[in-house]
């Protein structure tokens, strides 16, 4: 057992397996992604544990004592993606009589399954139009032949990709996303603005048997750039890579990629979901976490309806702002956040929104599976004795991201009727596409992470996103300057980040209080309570 996760670990990390000591703590050398990759690396070889058993066991011979002894956790049982839908199944046959209606052939739907709550807001939102419907993303192309070379390049990849062969139905008021066995995707070729396309592109209206999936060539003032555009209800930024990776393999290796197998599809994924996880017992969970928790720390009253944020501040940290091996980018991150909010309100128990990725199930392939599995969920952090420590503080945030894990599925914020208001939302982007420009048999495709620019409308006063670049990490702090003056917001960012090098530096030992009182931005504190 021990050999078999030294190896899993080995290929995640890129070590070889004597390299790993069986009392290596597997967050020393990586983080959370890693630990969704071994999840998903370990369930292709028949051992099933969660994110839970990890984070408790992060060694290699404290794991497989539990994964392989009488102590296995009840939530270690193999929970595998359903494998296709029966052509005679019902649903199937149902929604086929509703793709022919939308002139599609009933042949070509071969798979059904239910949207998921949160897919669904996004069928409302690309209805109306609303920016932040779909992705766009951006990646400037140089060489000969790069409209035949990239037209084949995607009709490959959406061959072995079904989320790129996805649409969406309606049936008696619920809907259903479809997999359809064949797709014709074309490269538009057009000229203009890369970034006005971009920002259409995630505006698109998209009926029910719509394309989801959008290619085009665009000639900006003589620059070339890909812009590939997906609907958000079947993808989201994790998926990115996945798809990134294929398309350059198609282009490398056409004959060789023709012959990998299909990946698999969101569908199967979230039938499993409805079929074996509670979403009203996880709304509930919700409801009993946030009970007393402060949840005004930006501002006083009701922050209107959803809109555009209208400003924006930018902020950049080193890379290795964490000194040491033992605390993760998001944890910090994440309790920074919190510290920044104690200061600004004054009080000692707050909650905020925070995204995370979604794949801390013990799935096969959950690693490998494009769909919309990130959540947003609400934090809260409670620091009632002023004299506990910065370490106390860190491993009191990592245990709530790892515990409350098991009930992001569905959230108070899928609950219409009773939805929590709170005022910020952290995005920490780690997992995202990290490729670099490459160059494939003359052709160059380089991603241009800077000209994107994901939107949406929102009734948070505080958008919090970082972004990892090379040797740093970019902050980008969008806001509605109705609800945070511009002063204040300022402050509030500035404050931050002398948070988070603070806790990257000082001693585990370092009593919360002493950075809550220090004077950091330029501003004192905005007392909420009154």
Not at 230 to 257: M, T, W, Y
Not at 379 to 399: G, W
Request: proline share 4%.
């Amino acid at each position: 057992m021990e050999e078999q996760l030294r190896q899993i670990w080995a290929d995640v990390l890129f070590l070889e397996p004597d390299e790993i000591e069986t009392d290596d703590n597997l967050f020393e050398w990586g983080d959370s992604i890693k630990a969704i990759r071994i999840i998903g690396r370990a369930a292709d070889h028949g051992l099933y544990f969660d994110i839970a058993t990890l984070y408790a066991n992060p060694t290699i011979g404290s794991l497989a004592a539990v994964v392989d002894g009488p102590e296995a956790s009840s939530s270690c049982r193999k929970i595998g993606i359903c494998k296709g839908t029966s052509a005679s199944d019902d649903l199937l046959q149902r929604v086929r009589r509703r793709i022919e209606d939308l002139g599609i052939p009933q042949s070509q739907a071969i798979r059904a399954a239910k949207l998921r709550e949160d897919q669904a807001e996004f069928v409302e939102m690309t209805a109306k139009g609303a920016i932040g419907a779909s992705s766009a993303f951006i990646y400037e192309v140089h060489g000969a032949d790069v409209a035949d070379k990239l037209q084949q390049a995607i009709e490959a990849v959406t061959a072995k990709h079904p989320v790129l062969r996805t649409t969406f139905v309606d049936l008696d008021g619920t809907y259903y996303q479809v997999l359809l066995a064949e797709a014709n995707p074309k490269l538009l070729v057009q000229s203009g603005p890369v970034q006005e396309y971009a920002q259409e592109a995630s505006m698109r209206v998209l009926a029910a048997g719509d394309a989801t999936a959008h290619f085009a060539l665009v000639d900006d003032d003589g620059t070339s750039f890909l812009v590939f555009s997906i609907f958000h209800c079947f993808f989201d930024g994790f998926s990115r890579p996945l798809v990134e990776q294929d398309l350059v393999a198609a282009l490398k290796s056409p004959n060789s990629f023709a012959q990998q197998a299909e990946r698999p599809w969101y569908g199967d994924f979230a039938k499993r979901l409805d079929a074996e996880l509670d979403d009203a017992s996880a709304r509930a969970f919700w409801r009993r976490y946030l009970e007393g928790a402060h949840v005004e720390t930006i501002h006083r009253g009701h922050p209107g309806a959803p809109r555009r944020f209208d400003q924006a501040l930018y902020e950049t940290v080193a890379a290795d702002v964490l000194q040491g091996g033992q605390i993760h980018l998001a944890t910090a991150i994440t309790a920074a956040w919190a510290l920044t909010l104690m200061r600004r309100s004054g009080f000692a128990d707050i909650a905020f929104t925070i995204l995370t990725l979604g794949r801390l199930y013990p799935y096969e392939g959950i690693d490998r599976l494009p769909g919309l599995l990130v959540k947003d969920r609400p934090f809260r952090l409670q620091v009632q004795d002023p004299e506990a420590t910065i370490e106390a503080v860190l491993r009191a945030v990592q245990q709530d991201l790892v515990s409350a894990g098991e009930f992001e599925h569905s959230t108070p914020f899928r609950d219409r009727d009773n939805r929590p208001l709170l005022q910020s939302y952290v995005n920490i982007k780690l997992g995202a596409s990290a490729m670099e420009p490459t160059c494939i048999d003359g052709l160059t495709l380089h991603p241009r992470r800077d000209l994107e620019r994901w939107e949406s409308e929102s009734q948070y006063a505080v958008y919090l996103e970082m972004k990892p670049l090379a040797g740093a990490n970019r902050f980008e702090m969008r806001y509605h300057s109705t609800l945070i003056g511009d002063a204040e917001a300022a402050a509030l960012l500035r404050d931050f980040v002398e948070l988070l090098r603070r806790l990257g530096s000082c001693s585990g030992s370092t009593a919360v209080a002493t950075l809550l009182e220090s004077s950091i931005g330029c501003q004192q504190p905005m007392d909420l309570r009154q």
